[in-house]
């Protein structure tokens, strides 16, 4: 899929923040839809944003960056208080009814004899002859509009003529490449593979080798949808920066549970439950809660409970600039890790209907390493190896479309999780051999 940047093939939706609301026959989120529009702030000029922007230099340093398997339990609550009936869970979360394609197994784990409920989103590569699954995903820039300032995605970026967006959904996470794996050729099939394609190839290689087997991303339309998104929390603000080509570029700091609300009015809006909106933002940092010093969430993916299914959605930043987090998260690195992490452990332990209910892929505790400091037990793929966490792990380049290099971030495989037999490439731990194979002892 190409990204249009012209007026004419982009479709942009002028949208308030969509606070506590969104459609009920969509989401079933609140009772009823309450759209109010916002009025942008007064526009300042390109002279007194610089200003601006160098008075306010944030020290991002200062910050932890994460990257979340799903939303804080507050805000899910939050979210969850909006449904008819309150709090509780309605009666379609004990359905999985219409979804993405998925597959369901179960690992018995030589580290504590328990046995696990695994579901990961395409077809199960222990079929007799394992072949590729497509899923759909919806294209979605946010163009947030805060204190005066436009970070637009689908806008030509600070220090590069193509936007964002076109950068993020040419990359290859959505176009197929080249990649190997601890020495193997996991791209060789025709026309090559998607980078989350050929991870999940590799690991499951042993089971998969020689054949097509795959989860490949294809987009529910060719041009992107712009959705304009005000926030409101009297917290969020606006810093600066230092870019890559000697000025300062802005970074939205916003709350999450407003963010949240707005990504499934998104997904009530624009998707299906059989596909997933995937919804990019232009260097954007969440905070949570009431101190925005509790910062910063750079994304996360979610399955909440739609009439009639189970609808998964994605959102995270691009960050255009080498200087947010000292350079550790450029570009597709946070979306490496949360669509890595989307496709082996989609419902994050949320929908009681699905096999195992919300045990489904657990895990044994594994940790002290990525951005686990302690011990953590889900199948969060991307966790184990965060960049500029414990472990310092870094980022891989890869050359996309036009020759421009992106760069991601290493995946843990599923056996360094359970502690069973590689069937992965070069019986290692992860996909570019960051972790060593055969997993961790006891954590504690």
């Not at 690991?203 to 005000?230: A, E, H, M």
């Not at 499934?264 to 909106?277: E, F, G, H, R, S």
């Not at 101190?291 to 959605?313: E, I, R």
């Amino acid at each position: 899929m190409d990204f249009h940047a012209t007026d004419g093939s982009r479709t942009s939706t002028h949208r308030a923040s969509l606070l506590q609301s969104c459609s009920t026959a969509a989401l079933g989120l609140a009772a009823a839809a309450m759209i109010s529009a916002a009025s942008p702030p007064p526009a300042m000029s390109e002279a007194a944003k610089a200003q601006f922007l160098n008075n306010h230099i944030v020290n991002t340093a200062r910050w932890t960056p994460m990257v979340l398997s799903r939303p804080p339990v507050t805000t899910r609550l939050k979210a969850a208080a909006a449904r008819p009936g309150g709090a509780a869970l309605s009666t379609n979360a004990l359905l999985v009814g219409t979804t993405v394609p998925y597959w369901t197994t179960t690992i018995k784990s030589p580290l504590d004899n328990n046995t696990y409920t695994v579901s990961m989103v395409g077809s199960s590569p222990y079929a007799a002859n394992p072949s590729n699954t497509n899923v759909t995903y919806v294209p979605v820039a946010v163009r947030i509009h805060l204190g005066g300032f436009v970070l637009d995605p689908s806008a030509p970026s600070h220090c590069d003529a193509q936007s964002p967006a076109r950068r993020f959904f040419n990359s290859p996470l959505f176009r197929p490449g080249q990649f190997t794996s601890n020495g193997a050729n996991v791209s060789a099939v025709p026309g090559g593979t998607q980078l989350i394609s050929a991870f999940q190839r590799a690991n499951f290689w042993n089971k998969v080798q020689g054949t097509s087997y795959g989860v490949t991303l294809v987009p529910s339309r060719l041009d992107t949808i712009v959705v304009d998104w005000y926030p409101t929390d009297p917290l969020d603000f606006v810093g600066g920066v230092h870019d890559d080509c000697g000025g300062v570029t802005p970074v939205a700091f916003v709350n999450i549970n407003e963010f949240n609300s707005e990504l499934l009015a998104i997904a009530a809006t624009y998707a299906k439950p059989n596909q997933v909106p995937i919804s990019l933002a232009d260097d954007v940092a969440i905070y949570v809660g009431a101190n925005t010093n509790n910062c910063c969430v750079l994304g996360y993916h979610n399955a909440v409970p739609v009439p009639g299914g189970t609808q998964l959605y994605a959102v995270g930043a691009y960050f255009d600039t080498h200087h947010v987090f000292g350079g550790r998260f450029p570009d597709i690195t946070v979306w490496t890790h949360e669509l890595g992490e989307l496709i082996d452990d989609p419902f994050v332990q949320s929908i009681p209907g699905v096999p195992g209910g919300t045990s489904n892929d657990l895990t044994p505790a594994w940790g002290h390493t990525g951005q686990v400091g302690g011990c953590q037990n889900n199948l969060e793929t991307g966790d184990p190896l965060t960049p500029a966490q414990l472990g310092n792990f870094g980022v891989f380049p890869v050359t996309g479309v036009g020759g421009f290099t992106y760069h991601y971030q290493d995946l843990a495989f599923h056996d360094w999780f359970y502690r069973t037999a590689s069937t992965s490439t070069g019986g290692a731990g992860s996909f570019k051999d960051g972790l060593a194979g055969g997993g961790q002892g006891p954590c504690s």
